[in-house]
């Protein structure tokens, strides 16, 4: 939902191991920004990552992962929190 904005290429993944993809060293090599929903979530990249993430920015959204993928209450508050935290034009 952000490939919209020039020049970001975003990435997707769950800290469960039931997410359908699930977050990897590599991912977070790539990344410049990361962004959780919960505290719970860096907590535990923290726990299995810290070497990779402790020099980036790592922003907790406070957003409740009760959602469903793609659920359009979801959308509405990524939309709206996300962009501020980023720096991004809206």
């Not at 490939?3 to 993944?13: C, D, H, K, Q, T």
Request: include cysteine.
């Amino acid at each position: 939902m952000f490939r919209r904005y020039p020049g970001l290429n975003v990435r997707s993944a769950g800290t469960s191991r039931n997410a359908k993809k699930t977050v990897c060293a590599e991912g977070l090599q790539w990344a410049d920004v990361i962004c959780v929903m919960e505290q719970k979530h860096k907590n535990r990249l923290m726990a299995d990552y810290r070497r990779i993430i402790d020099n980036k920015p790592l922003h907790v959204l406070d957003i409740p992962d009760d959602y469903r993928y793609m659920d359009p209450a979801l959308i509405a508050l990524l939309e709206e929190i996300v962009p501020p935290v980023l720096g991004l034009a809206t």
